[in-house]
Nanobody, 118 residues
């Protein structure tokens, strides 16, 4: 069973930055894609960034150029560097394995709250 622990969220003013971390176990980063998701109140959870085993990255249009996903394979830790934050980025942020999410997994961490004030 994959275990995921997110951290690093907080309250920040618009234009500020935060760095999220996700400590994972039960999954090998070097051969699996990992993703950051977010869910704002009243909205569906969305995938904002993916990093593949090769290191290739993809981003949702809404965060492209502002967010950077990275990982440390040796530490099994995933990161999300968030810059130029906007109030619309306010959400609960989670990490997970995209192929498991696509299969409908209900195994999620507690998430980390990001709140951006205007």
């Amino acid at each position: 069973q994959v275990q995921l622990v997110e951290s690093g969220g907080g309250l920040v003013q618009a234009g500020g930055s935060l760095r999220l971390s996700c400590a994972a176990s039960g999954i090998t980063f070097s051969i699996n894609a990992m993703g950051w998701y977010r869910q704002a109140p009243g909205k569906q959870r969305e995938l904002v960034a993916t990093i593949f085993g090769s290191g290739r990255t993809t981003y949702a249009d809404s965060v492209k150029g502002r967010f950077t996903i990275s990982k440390d394979n040796a530490k099994n830790t995933l990161y999300l560097e968030m810059n130029s934050l906007k109030p619309d980025d306010t959400a609960l942020y989670y990490c997970n394995v995209p192929r498991l999410v696509e299969r409908g997994t209900d195994n999620w961490g507690q998430g980390t709250q990001v709140t951006v004030s205007s």
